[in-house]
């Protein structure tokens, strides 16, 4: 594909739910980064990656929050016994190697915990 | 530690009318980049520029501008004769030595252009 692409694109949990949000960065990028979103604010860094190695991850909020990229392409983030404060949209992006360049970001997940 | 404002919640202009979107930014790096993304209603970020804290030279694109300024910490973008397609949040970002990697997006300007 030509974009990052994001699935699902909308997830409703019930609160305490597991969820797991899968991104597909654009091929040959080696840096991967997930973002959170919340209503009407701009988005916040949680993780980044360089190929498979999870580089930086001071941005998640909790141990609930748990990101992964084992063959240093698609990633998986996943949130353990989601709380209604999760609720927000989770963007991934990607970019080539080098933290400088200009990332490019999929749709995003839209995540409701009820 | 870094800081990324833009003051304007939104700003509603008529078709054909220039926009002005502020953006201020803190840090104490002498090395860092600034970007501007664009966020339409379908949700996904586009980017839109990126400049080096070294090149304050202004740049234009089609009826895009920015304007950098080094002396008062800005990084302004000027939309010029608005359209209805530019109707969107536009964040500004900043990325410093300090966190290479992460993008501090500050809250976003709503533009919204009637026709």
């Known amino acids: 594909g030509a974009g990052v692409s994001q699935s699902p694109r909308y997830k409703v949990a019930k609160r305490g739910q597991d969820v797991a949000l899968r991104c597909d960065p654009i091929s040959g990028h080696v840096s991967l980064f997930w973002y959170q979103q919340a209503l009407g604010q701009g988005p916040e860094f949680l993780t980044y990656?360089?190929?498979?190695?999870?580089?930086?991850k001071s941005g998640l909020p909790s141990d609930r929050f748990f990101a992964e990229r084992p063959e240093g392409s698609v990633s998986t983030l996943k949130i353990q016994r989601t709380q209604q404060e999760d609720s927000a949209v989770y963007l991934c992006?990607?970019?080539?190697?080098?933290?400088?360049?200009?990332?490019?970001f999929g749709p995003g997940t839209r995540l409701t915990v009820l | 530690a870094q800081k990324v404002t833009q003051a304007q919640t939104e700003i509603s202009v008529v078709e054909k009318e220039d926009v002005t979107l502020d953006c201020v930014y803190e840090t104490r790096d002498t090395t860092y980049y600034l970007f501007w993304y664009k966020q339409p209603p379908s949700g996904e970020l586009v980017f839109l520029i990126r400049r080096n804290s070294f090149d304050e030279q202004n740049e234009i694109s089609g009826r895009y501008s920015w304007n950098f300024q080094k002396s008062t910490s800005s990084f302004n973008f000027t939309i010029t004769a608005s359209q209805v397609v530019d109707s969107a949040v536009y964040f500004c970002?900043?990325?410093?030595?300090?966190?290479?990697?992460?993008?501090?997006f500050g809250a976003g300007t709503q533009v919204v252009v009637t026709p």
């Open positions: 992006a990607s970019s080539l190697v080098g933290r400088n360049n200009e990332q490019f």
């Open positions: 970002a900043l990325m410093t030595t300090d966190s290479w990697g992460k993008l501090q």
């Open positions: 990656f360089q190929n498979e190695a999870q580089l930086d």
